[in-house]
């Protein structure tokens, strides 16, 4: 940090064993907050600049793999390394913390393919995944903290390789499913969008994807638009207990029956074009957890 700049330090040395990371940049950005947030790990460090709007964009360097990456989608790789990794974390504030200056290296390399949290995709593209790694299946294990101990979530199974018209065609269902939720909750009265932001909002500290600060998730009219890298077994029951908490809410009292079943309908509809893409992705068994009574 230059000693004639305006910046200053807010944070220092944060253990990544007590903050959680995610929060933290969802905080900062909430506040509108300018500046850098570093992360140092073992053999890799990361800054985050924040210029008080949009996707933060990513510095990666990591040592181990010889790479050093500059890009928005590094963030949600960032957020896993920092949950299984310890390590620092500061907080600089100012302008000229928020520039991000391109390294040596190249503004972005490819990662190696047996780093645990590698990039899988290109940016703004379907990403279509491998098969699950040992991230994975640590980020799927956590979510179920978010779901209380009486509807614990069925993970979605092993999947084999997806190329990118597989991957595409699951979003394309995913749309659609949100489809047909959003048409059984309007027909009830409830304000949907208001509804699918709070569960977002919710659900963001363990589904990042969610938080619409992380610019990875988009949904409008059925469809689903998604940038930079998503593995699907967290896609999928993330996405699926942000459904089924806004049915539960809306499914109460007297009408609770009458809703559930039309949400019920609703989801028949969309499984009898899509059963095989539904059921390869994992989608298929969340079903009767998101209405709340038995689909098929």
């Given at each position: ?36 947030v570093r992360v140092e ?11 008080g709007s949009n996707t ?46 391109q390294g040596t290296a ?191």
């Amino acid at each position: 940090m230059k000693s004639e700049s305006k910046s200053r330090v807010v944070h220092e040395n944060l253990d990544t064993a007590f903050v959680n990371l995610w929060a933290l940049l969802r905080n900062l950005s909430q506040r509108g907050f300018i500046g850098r947030v570093r992360v140092e790990l073992k053999d890799y460090t990361a800054d985050v600049f924040m210029t008080g709007s949009n996707t933060p964009l990513v510095h990666e360097i990591d040592r181990a793999a010889g790479t050093d990456t500059l890009e928005e989608a590094a963030l949600h790789r960032l957020v896993l390394r920092v949950r299984e990794t310890p390590g620092t974390i500061s907080v600089f504030e100012g302008p000229d913390e928020a520039v991000a200056v391109q390294g040596t290296a190249a503004v972005k390399t490819e990662i190696d393919s047996a780093d645990p949290v590698a990039k899988r995709g290109d940016p703004g593209l379907h990403y279509a995944p491998d098969a699950p790694t040992e991230t994975d299946k640590v980020t799927a294990e956590e979510k179920s903290f978010a779901v209380a101990p009486s509807q614990v979530v069925e993970p979605a199974p092993a999947t084999e390789t997806m190329d990118e018209i597989e991957w595409g065609a699951v979003v394309k269902a995913s749309g659609e499913l949100i489809g047909a939720v959003e048409r059984a909750l309007t027909g009830a009265g409830a304000d949907f969008a208001a509804l699918f932001r709070a569960a977002r909002l919710e659900l963001a500290d363990d589904y990042i994807f969610l938080d619409p600060m992380s610019g990875q998730f988009t949904y409008s009219n059925s469809v689903v638009t998604l940038t930079g890298e998503i593995p699907i077994g967290p896609y999928v029951i993330g996405l699926s207990e942000a459904l089924r908490r806004m049915v539960d809410l809306v499914a109460t009292g007297d009408r609770a029956r009458r809703v559930r079943e039309r949400v019920a309908l609703e989801l028949f509809s969309v499984t009898r074009k899509r059963n095989e893409i539904l059921a390869r992705s994992g989608f298929l068994p969340q079903l009767d957890r998101i209405a709340g009574t038995k689909v098929l």
